[in-house]
Nanobody, 117 residues
């Protein structure tokens, strides 16, 4: 299993980024995928999750609702996190994780998002 994130960078407050997570080595369409972030000096924070299989649904933590949108392209084995109206407190390393009913079993290497003027 391999998960490779991309799309991070330095952006001004109010800006947008689209993070991507390219997956391989498992039946991508069947699994939920999550984004988890870690701000400097803080612990891991779950951000958003998209389910796999039929009837795809998404859930996000309250602090990003209305600003972050999660989607997936099963043909490309890729999950996306569109992040809008970025705030300095969104600065973090963003990880995607393959998600099972008992937690996260594989992680990507992370992509840095820095929000600063």
């Amino acid at each position: 299993v391999q998960l490779v994130e991309s799309g991070g960078g330095l952006v001004q407050p109010g800006g947008s980024l689209r993070l991507s997570c390219a997956a391989s080595g498992f039946t991508f369409s069947s699994y939920s995928m999550s984004w988890v972030r870690q701000a400097p000096g803080k612990g891991l924070e779950w951000v958003s999750r998209i389910t796999g299989g039929d009837g795809v649904t998404t859930r996000s933590t309250d602090s990003v609702k209305g600003r972050f949108a999660l989607s997936r392209d099963n043909a490309k084995n890729t999950v996306y996190l569109q992040i809008n109206s970025l705030k300095p407190e969104d600065t973090a390393v963003y990880y995607c994780a393959k998600t099972t009913s008992w937690g996260y079993d594989y992680w990507g290497q992370g992509t840095q998002v820095t929000v600063s003027s």
